[in-house]
């Protein structure tokens, strides 16, 4: 099974201030059809989980455009640019492209 | 607009079946697929296993001996069912869709009592 790698474990930040998360896959995350199912999660204290970033990139519908994600292949960051209050909790990266899919271990984001 | 909803037990004893539910609303299950994920109180999230729109599933490599996921699309359900189960199962379960995780549901809480 695919083994996705975060990292830091546990992300202080002031609010403003940019941050950014890595995912590390053990195997390329790149599907034979070209696209790559690495995905980011956002989960606030007692909420499920939401969607933040899909396809490594792409920005889930309003959801706040200082959230990005870059990467390819096995390397992956989400990057926040601005920090806000609300962004505290919990992220996951988690993939889809292999067979079962699986998750990051999670970042938690907290305030300073 | 779209909507999942977990229902089921919330208590189950330990060697037992768990038996959970997923009703959808604003998707067809022929269109799209639904997931299952759990999370253990204060822990991270777990891929369980999905059911394809054409019906096919995947599970967890650690899960498959135990694990099935069916569904009704008449009635827009998906269905779980996971037997011998041991404490360390004791989460909060989530139904999700393959959009990819656009939508979820609340979550519902199972406790495994030995």
């Known amino acids: 099974d695919v083994v996705l790698t975060q990292t830091p474990p546990t992300l202080s930040a002031t609010i403003g201030q940019s941050v950014s998360i890595s995912c590390r896959s053990s195997?390329?995350?790149?599907?034979?059809?070209?696209?790559?199912?690495l995905h980011w999660l956002l989960q606030r204290p007692g909420q499920s989980p939401q969607l933040l970033i899909y396809?490594?990139?792409r920005l889930e519908s309003g959801v706040p455009n200082r959230f990005s994600g870059s990467g390819s292949g096995t390397d992956f960051t989400l990057k926040i640019s601005g920090v806000e209050a609300e962004d505290l909790g919990v992220y996951y990266c988690?993939?889809?492209?292999?067979?079962?899919?699986?998750f990051g271990g999670g970042t938690k984001l907290e305030l300073k | 607009q779209v909507q999942l909803k977990e229902s089921g037990p919330v208590l189950v004893q330990a060697s037992e079946t768990l038996s959970l539910t997923c009703t959808v609303s604003?998707?067809?299950?022929?269109?799209?697929?639904v997931i299952w994920v759990r999370q253990p109180p204060g822990k991270g999230l777990e891929w369980m296993g999905i059911?394809?729109?054409?019906?096919?599933?995947d599970y967890n490599s650690a899960l498959k001996s135990r694990l099935s996921i069916n569904r009704d699309t008449s009635k827009s359900q998906v269905f779980l069912k996971m037997n011998s189960l041991q404490t360390d199962d004791t989460a909060i379960y989530y139904c999700?869709?393959?959009?990819?995780?656009?939508?979820w549901g609340q979550g519902t809480l199972v406790t495994v009592s030995s």
């Open positions: 999700t869709t393959s959009l990819p995780f656009a939508y």
């Open positions: 195997q390329s995350l790149l599907h034979s059809n070209g696209n790559t199912y």
């Open positions: 059911i394809w729109r054409n019906g096919n599933t």
């Open positions: 604003g998707f067809s299950l022929t269109n799209y697929g």
């Open positions: 988690v993939q889809g492209t292999h067979a079962p899919w699986t």
């Open positions: 396809l490594v990139s």
